[in-house]
């Protein structure tokens, strides 16, 4: 399984991006899928996380301004972005537990500046 993130680019604050993530091929067995994120000289950190029930939790920095769904049928993950701030900046990476295995997809930088 390979995970495929895009979405990511340069936005002025107070704007917004749609990140996506695709998995190739079919996948099963979906324990959780999630979005991390890693600012420069900081640790990785869970921006949102969605269970294989559909149970939704979002890191408290960006509650209120993000938005997690997927589709299943398309084997897509994604995260609605809005009143993006400087601190919101970061490398976004798609993470999906199947079974016991964690995949990652290869990260894709966001830019929050004026």
């Known amino acids: 399984v390979q995970l495929q993130a895009s979405g990511g680019g340069l936005v002025q604050p107070g704007g917004s991006l749609r990140l996506s993530c695709t998995a190739s091929?079919?996948?099963?067995?979906?324990?959780?899928m999630n979005w991390y994120r890693q600012a420069p000289g900081e640790q990785r950190e869970l921006v949102a996380t969605?269970?294989?029930?559909?149970?939704?939790k979002y890191g408290n920095s960006v509650k209120g301004r993000f938005t997690l769904s997927r589709d299943i049928d398309k084997n897509t993950l994604y995260l609605q972005m809005n009143s993006l701030k400087p601190e919101d900046t970061a490398v976004y990476y798609c993470?999906?537990?199947?079974?016991?295995?964690?995949?990652w997809g290869q990260g894709t930088l966001v830019t929050v500046s004026s």
């Open positions: 091929g079919s996948i099963n067995n979906i324990n959780a």
């Open positions: 993470n999906f537990i199947l079974g016991l295995r964690p995949y």
């Open positions: 969605i269970s294989s029930g559909g149970n939704i």
